[in-house]
């Protein structure tokens, strides 16, 4: 059975140094690696060829065998070397030592490619492709055997005249790069490309390229004096081999594929050899792995050199390989790998990280269950406030129902009263009208049938009866009750305004609260990699003048260090911002920014300056464009003020300790205790540190406001200012009447005086730890400030 090894991404590709030759030679052309690790050169300038030994020491010279391009092992202990702008190909026998040459006039020869090539082009292949280089067009072609182009490759920036190529295992082309003093690799499908080496390789116009694919070595001949050996590896192929075949079968000769890898016994077990090994007596307690999730380990490979690390260097807590290392030039704590991975599984560091990791699963899963039991709540409250808004729909249509037929009942009585009153004269009239008809058929009669006498009686009779009618009439018609009488109807302006004045139903309010639980976090500290760097002891802290400073200021109220070496002072008597560069000397000033407390340095150039007791306002400075870049009301004093992630942090005095997010402004407490006032505060991972000088107290508590611990001791720390932590969480405080700086241990639980009014302390009133470069500065109230590295 043949078991496949991963094929080599070229970013995985790692070299290593074996040997340095002097070849003693000038305009090398070509090179090739011999069986038993011999090593062959072409100089064309001598028209030689020079065989060395694998130890890089010189075998012999085979001199005078015309022009010597290109050389390539043929097998059978021979060579061949071709002869540049000549029609002829020399073969060599290495154990004779005497050439025979080829004439390609007379030999049998076929074209692969109709394209032209200049002379200088070197030319590999691998299984059905060939590769070959263009120096003048400083070009990679690939093609196949009919001359098929299947890609090019072209980068002046990455790689100019290129001469010798070779591929690997896995067609990952190799060529040299004369003008560009470097070696790259390109993938298979010509898509990618990495520079392997460069002149800091001691590479200087290579044009002789070998990769040996029997042993991962790559042989690279400058174009005069020296050449390179190196052995080419993969993080993710190193111990492939090892991994993917099972140990045990393979010393019985027999080839099986492994499935677990055992990290005691270093090798790996097919699934026959799995069982044995889980009962056997010395064996049953290894602990085995897959090998899918052993392959899954990080290996010991610098990602951005692709060598292995060597070094350690405790000043940046990091890994370092031998390129690395030259930006540690100035540090003083390199230390091998070895010594630092010693008994690094039972180290504090791996227990610490170990334990991290559970304690972020916790939290995860206490995360995870406070937002599912948030989406319940949230479908609840949404079921709740419907029900609400339809409760208050039906209460309204029935309020809009009642007072609509109230409405109508109220038009109703007042149509019926209207008519009664209208059918009332109605009949009235009718009674009259019949009356007089009764008269006008009598007075009829009287005119055609009555004497005269009888008519004049008759008519003064009726007369009267007329005159009464006539006077009811008249009556009638002066009165108001002929008038027209119409209904009508107003509608309530409210009402009638409802369609503009109310656009919405309500409002749905979004509310965000704190979070109701504690997110456990083990004690900050530097990230540290493979190994427990001891924590920096109270006792054993150092303080190193670096330079002493003539602020020119009074009231000095707050100070803090910038990522590039410059220092702020803010004066709040004068009102003012001053800015020094790394030597003292002034950078600039910022004037009448309506007071100016404490400063904190937030990012992106800017610093955040309080106003204390002289108004509700925090100021953003941009310290690149030395100007107000923007105010932040507060609504309460603001003394201290501290940066994390996003937030300041501020002694507001009896509104307690606020914060403040730099994104919404949203302000919450965090503390629920009042402060006094000129308090100082930091922090530190989940800690919290503030001063109270009139209790002369130092306090640490978590985010929540829950104490940790207080440290009072007026004999040693005498009205306490300003705060700061170091890398650890110890803390630094000024006192202000006892002249001194004092350190307090994490815990709270040791202290000790650093710096004292010997050392030119006078009313120090503030002072700033710088983490990322362990220095230290403390001003006092009036002129003088003090930059100490911190050890």
């Known amino acids: 059975m043949v078991i496949s090894l991963p094929a080599r991404h070229i970013d995985n590709l790692t070299l290593t140094l074996q040997k340095r030759i002097s070849t003693n030679m000038s305009n090398v052309k070509g090179c090739s690696m011999l069986p038993g690790g011999s090593m062959v050169f072409s100089c064309y300038s001598k028209s030689k060829i020079g065989v060395f030994r694998s130890d890089g020491s010189e075998n012999f010279e085979i001199n005078n065998i015309g022009d010597t391009f290109d050389v390539v092992y043929t097998g059978d202990d021979t060579i061949a070397v071709t002869s540049g702008e000549s029609c002829n190909i020399n073969i060599i026998d290495l154990k004779k030592k005497g050439p025979k040459m080829i004439s390609l006039r007379d030999e049998s020869v076929t074209n692969v490619t109709n394209k032209t090539i200049p002379w200088q082009a070197h030319v590999t292949t691998f299984g059905d492709k060939l590769f070959y280089t263009n120096d003048i067009k400083h070009r990679v072609t690939c093609c196949d ?51 392997l080496l460069s002149g800091e390789d001691e590479l200087k116009y290579p044009q002789g390229l070998h990769y040996d694919t029997s042993i991962n070595t790559l042989l690279v001949a400058n174009y005069q004096y020296y050449a390179v050996v190196y052995n080419i590896s993969n993080s993710s192929w190193i111990m492939a081999s090892n991994l993917n075949i099972c140990g045990a079968c393979n010393q019985q000769q027999i080839t ?88 690094v599984k039972i180290s504090n560091a791996f227990y610490e ?35 609400e808004i339809k409760q208050t729909r039906s209460t309204i249509n029935n309020y809009l129902d009642k007072i609509q037929d109230d409405l109508m009942n109220e038009l109703m009585v007042m149509e019926q009263k209207e008519s009664i009153e209208i059918r009332e004269l109605l009949t009235t009239l009718k009674l009259k009208e019949q009356e007089i008809g009764k008269y006008q058929a009598l007075f009829a009669n009287i005119k055609q049938y009555a004497s005269d006498l009888q008519a004049f009686t008759s008519m003064k009779h009726i007369e009267n009866d007329i005159a009464i009618a006539e006077q009811f009439i008249q009556s009638l018609a002066k009165s108001d009750t002929t008038n027209q009488v119409n209904i009508s109807w107003q509608i309530n302006k409210s009402l009638q305004e409802i369609t503009a004045s109310v656009q919405k139903f309500g409002v749905i309010n979004v509310i965000y609260d704190l979070c109701d639980f504690t997110i456990l976090k083990r004690k900050d500290k530097q990230a540290q990699i493979m190994v427990a760097l001891p924590t920096r002891n109270i006792n054993n802290l150092t303080l190193t003048l670096q330079k002493r400073i003539d602020t020119d200021l009074s009231n000095v109220r707050g100070c803090s260090t910038l990522p590039d070496g410059r220092m702020v002072f803010s004066s709040f008597s004068e009102k003012k911002i001053s800015v020094l560069k790394s030597d003292g000397s002034t950078d600039f000033e910022i004037s009448n920014i309506c007071g100016s407390f404490d400063v904190v340095f937030i990012g992106n150039e800017c610093i955040a300056v309080t106003s204390s007791s002289y108004s509700n306002e925090i100021n953003i400075i941009n310290t690149k464009k030395n100007k107000l870049r923007k105010t932040i009301k507060v609504h309460s004093n603001n003394d201290g003020v501290a940066y994390n992630d996003g937030h300041l942090i501020y002694c507001a005095r009896e509104k307690r300790l606020q914060m403040i997010s730099l994104s919404d402004e949203s302000i919450t407490n965090v503390i629920n205790h009042e402060l006094s006032g000129l308090s100082y505060v930091t922090t530190f991972g989940d800690k919290l540190f503030y001063t109270n000088y009139n209790e002369d107290s130092v306090t640490c508590c978590d985010f929540h406001g829950k104490i940790m611990w207080k440290f009072s001791d007026i004999s040693v720390l005498d009205t306490p200012y300003g705060i700061s932590v170091d890398n650890e969480g110890n803390v630094f405080v000024v006192g202000y009447h006892t002249h001194n700086v004092v350190v307090i241990s994490s815990d709270g639980k040791q202290h000790r005086q650093l710096l004292s009014s010997n050392d030119g302390l006078k009313y120090p009133r503030t002072l700033h730890y710088d983490q990322p470069t362990n220095t230290f500065l403390v001003a006092n109230e009036f002129n003088d400030a003090f930059l100490y590295e911190a050890k």
């Open 145 to 195: 055997f009919h001359g098929n182009i299947l890609w090019k490759f072209c980068d002046t920036s990455v790689l100019r005249e290129p001469c010798g190529i070779s591929v690997d295992n896995n067609c990952n082309v190799f060529v040299a790069g004369c003008r560009t003093g470097n070696v790259v690799v390109i993938s298979p499908d010509g898509q990618h490309h990495r520079q």
């Open 256 to 343: 099986v594929q492994s499935v677990v890898w055992c990290s005691e016994c270093k090798e790996g077990l097919c699934e026959k050899c799995k069982e044995h090994h889980s009962v056997s007596q010395g064996t049953r307690h290894h602990a085995t792995l897959s090998i899918d999730e052993y392959q899954k380990l990080t290996t010991g490979v610098c990602k951005k050199h692709k060598r292995l690390y060597e070094l350690f260097c405790r000043n940046h807590d990091c890994l370092c390989c031998k390129y690395c290392v030259k930006s540690h030039k100035d540090c003083k704590d390199l230390i091998e790998i070895n010594e630092v991975i010693h008994n």
């Open 353 to 387: 990280i170990e334990q991290t990791l559970l304690e972020i699963t916790d939290n995860i899963k206490q995360i995870t269950a406070n937002r599912e039991e948030n989406l319940t709540s949230l479908a609840n409250q949404k079921n709740e406030i419907e029900a």
